[in-house]
């Protein structure tokens, strides 16, 4: 049986993942089945209502036999207990797709069962990249035979249907989704709302030790751990990298408060599968894109320490949008600020009201011509406009040029890849240090 469930935590506490930690090693423990790495999954992480990093978690256990009716209840208790129900905005949601169904949808052959997990896949996308209502969850689990449970308005079945969407998909095709892991480890209830005590340089070490094995535990331009959470909630910290054996060797060199428990996910964070690139049409609000582009202003400095500059499109002669590096991205926004009107540059970010939030850029082609009046061939001096359309002319000489003068300038800036810092990545942005890894590009200047 797989197992998602989401929308279970408020910004006031829980975490889907502790819960999902707390039936994993239950029914572990109890001897229920079998349990595979649970998964963490990041949503659309621009959608209007979410509470904190917008994940879902799913989980496949192989049941003991004649016990399904005892998990089921079990999952249902623990979600009905520990979710934060008194926050107008916790609306939880659980699917529980069966062995059979998860048979039928995986082994299928048939033009039929072959449907059914193209509409698992599509949905889990949809989820990621997309907004979707409650019905469409409602409507395709009901169309499969997954049996849903919610409470409150119900909406947490999208987050819970899509991550267990990506499970199902994962199962049966490993290399269908690129994937990290995180080590998440959680604090004693009693600490719960209390500053969290971890032993800063012991983390500055294990990052040494495992970066890049492991990436977004400090940021050392702007000097800040980023592996613990700033919310009262269950999560101590949670170590992010691509290879287990990274993740759990910077656990044992941090030193921290005691913890009730760990537990290893296997995740779509950092991988950007969020972006949509090649996009034909309108841009829609809530959506995130990859767009190439010929910058269409000088960058400026706004109130709030905001940069932002416009952007006139590749693939629509016609549209401009604004592109925004907001304060938080702290160094980022130098970069940003180096731009010139004419450079060539790929962005990827969020959009919303015609403005993109930057994630990364690419300077594909850095402008370097400068137009300037010509100098007059006698005297040396600029010469002057004499009108519109008409060259350039030396009064005092009378000399006369018909167009202006190219020059070649230095630019500060480097052609190539950009990224905001740690502090303020989204969890499911890809940081180019895995681009590196990846050898997918040159010209990559991570941020560290
Ligand atoms: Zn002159």
Redesign the pocket.
């Known amino acids: 049986m797989i197992i998602g469930i989401d929308d279970t935590d408020s910004r006031s506490g829980m975490c889907t993942t502790y819960l999902c930690a707390v039936l994993v090693d239950e029914l572990e423990q109890g001897g229920y089945g079998t349990l595979s790495i649970p998964r963490l999954v990041r949503l659309n992480p621009c959608i209007p209502f979410k509470t904190r990093g917008n994940g879902a978690v799913s989980f496949a256990i192989r049941i003991a036999a004649g016990r399904e009716r005892e998990v089921k209840e079990l999952v249902k208790a623990r979600v009905q207990e520990l979710a934060e129900l008194h926050d107008e905005e916790t609306n939880p949601g659980v699917v529980f797709i069966d062995e059979a169904a998860v048979h039928a949808i995986s082994k299928g052959v048939s033009g039929e069962e072959k449907g059914a997990m193209q509409k698992l896949k599509n949905f889990y996308e949809s989820a990621v990249r997309d907004v979707l209502s409650i019905e469409a969850a409602y409507s395709l689990s009901s169309e499969l035979n997954i049996d849903c449970f919610g409470l409150k308005n119900k909406r947490g079945l999208i987050g819970a249907l899509a991550a267990a969407s990506f499970l199902v998909v994962q199962q049966a095709d490993p290399s269908r989704y690129d994937f990290t892991y995180e080590l998440m480890v959680y604090r004693e209830q009693e600490r719960w709302g209390t500053p969290r005590v971890i032993d800063e340089a012991s983390v500055w070490h294990a990052d040494e030790a495992t970066y890049p094995s492991t990436w977004d535990t400090v940021d050392w331009a702007n000097k800040k751990l980023v592996l613990a959470p700033h919310s009262p909630c269950p999560v101590l910290f949670g170590i992010r990298g691509c290879r287990v054996d990274a993740l759990y060797h910077a656990y044992k060199l941090i030193r921290a408060e005691p913890a009730e428990r760990e537990m290893l996910f296997i995740t779509n964070q950092g991988t950007d599968v969020h972006l949509i690139a090649g996009v034909q049409g309108r841009l829609q609000d809530y959506h995130s894109y990859v767009l190439d582009g010929s910058v269409d202003s000088m960058p400026r400095t706004i109130e709030g320490g905001h940069v932002v500059f416009a952007l006139s499109l590749s693939d629509w002669a016609s549209d401009r949008i604004e592109c925004i590096a907001y304060e938080p991205t702290k160094g980022f926004r130098d970069h940003i600020r180096k731009l010139r009107k004419g450079d060539e540059v790929t962005v990827y970010g969020s959009f919303k009201r015609g403005t993109i939030n930057l994630e990364k850029i690419a300077v594909r082609q850095l402008n370097v011509e400068v137009r300037k009046n010509p100098r007059?061939?006698?005297?040396?001096?600029r010469?002057e406009s004499a009108g519109r359309g008409q060259g350039y002319r030396?009064k005092?000489?009378k000399?006369y040029r018909a167009d202006k003068e190219v020059v070649i300038v230095a630019r500060e800036l480097e052609e190539g890849l950009y990224e905001v810092p740690p502090v303020a990545r989204r969890h499911i942005a890809k940081p180019l240090i895995r681009m590196c890894m990846d050898g997918e590009i040159d010209h990559l200047h991570p941020s560290r």
């Open positions: 007059c061939e006698h005297c040396g001096k010469m030396c005092r000489c000399t």
